[in-house]
Every structure is written in C-alpha cells, then in structure tokens.
C-alpha cells in the first residue's frame, strides 16, 4: 500500500514538473526579405538579396531596439570573395539562408533568460557581403550569376 502510494506520487511528481521544465518554448522567427533591393543597393556579394529576422517589440519595449550586426571578416580579392559567395554558406549569399532562425540568450523572448531586452523589437542581421555591411555590389561576378 504504502508502495503504490509512493509510487502515485512519484507520477505525480513527474507530470507535475515535466510542463514546468518544458514551458519556454524555441523563439523561432521566420526569415524577412529586403525589398527592391537592387535599387537599395542593398544585396549580398553574388547578388543575392539580403535578409533579416524581425521580432516585434511589445508593451514597454515596443519602441526599443535591438539589432544584432552577423560577424564573419572580409574577403579580400576576388578568388576569395568568389569563394566566399559560391561556398561560404551564408556569409556572401543568402542563396541556401535558412528560413528560420531561433532567438536565443540577448535575443530571446524569454524575460526569465533574457530579462533586459525580451519584450524590445529584436533583430538578427546574417552577413553576406563579405564587406562588414557596406557592400553594394552593382556587377557580381558572373560566375556567381547562376542563382
Ligand atoms: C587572395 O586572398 C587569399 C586570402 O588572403 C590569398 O590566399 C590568395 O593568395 C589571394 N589571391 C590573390 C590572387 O591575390
Ligand atoms: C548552397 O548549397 C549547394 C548545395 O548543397 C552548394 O553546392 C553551394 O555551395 C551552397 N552555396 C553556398 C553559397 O553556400
């Protein structure tokens, strides 16, 4: 009896904490295109448009804004920058760029993980340009021209 009894609430227990550990769901936002992006000048280095992950900002936060520049170093002549745009993963196209990206740590909607900026608009900016952001690639290599 007092077996069964232990053993009740040990399920108990375990149905009880399981929603707790498991209630902070993945942030995951989708993919944002920039628009008209060859009069923004604003493409990758084959050419390719570039893109973003947008989360909007809510209540006290929805006026702040926290945007969160990719790293990656520059190429730095064309055999490299060819290289980077044909094989770099996402770093010089956004040719296979995933279409969603999960917000984490400081860009989480989690106030718990991420108690300063969950509730700001949040973005996440992928490098692809090979040029820290400053690129306007007007005449891509045509090698690259096959996306
Ligand atoms: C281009 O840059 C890469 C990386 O720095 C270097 O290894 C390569 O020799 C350079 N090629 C030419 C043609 O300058
Ligand atoms: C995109 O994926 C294809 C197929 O896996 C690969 O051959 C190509 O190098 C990738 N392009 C970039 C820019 O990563």
């Keep these: 009896m007092a077996t069964t009894t232990f053993l009740l ?3 108990f ?5 399981t929603p707790l550990q498991a209630q902070t769901p993945d942030d995951i936002v989708p993919i944002s295109w920039v628009q008209n992006v060859i009069v923004k000048g604003a493409v990758c280095l084959d050419g390719t448009p570039s893109a973003y992950y947008y989360e909007q900002g809510q209540g006290d936060g929805a006026n702040n804004w926290l945007v969160f520049l990719q790293g990656g ?17 996402s770093s010089g196209s956004t040719k296979n760029i995933s279409l969603t990206f999960t917000f984490r740590d400081f860009l989480s909607n989690n106030p718990t993980n991420n108690p300063d ?8 900016v992928p490098y692809c340009d090979g040029s820290s952001f400053t ?3 007007e005449a891509p290599d045509s090698r690259c ?3």
Aim: proline share 0%; with cysteine.
């Design 117 to 124: 900026f969950y509730n700001w608009n949040r973005v996440y």
């Design 73 to 89: 170093g520059w190429c730095v002549n064309q055999t490299d920058c060819f290289n980077r745009a044909t094989y770099g993963k």
């Design 145 to 147: 021209s096959n996306f």
């Design 135 to 137: 690129g306007d690639v």
């Design 9 to 11: 609430l040990l399920g």
């Design 13 to 17: 227990i375990v149905i009880l904490t």
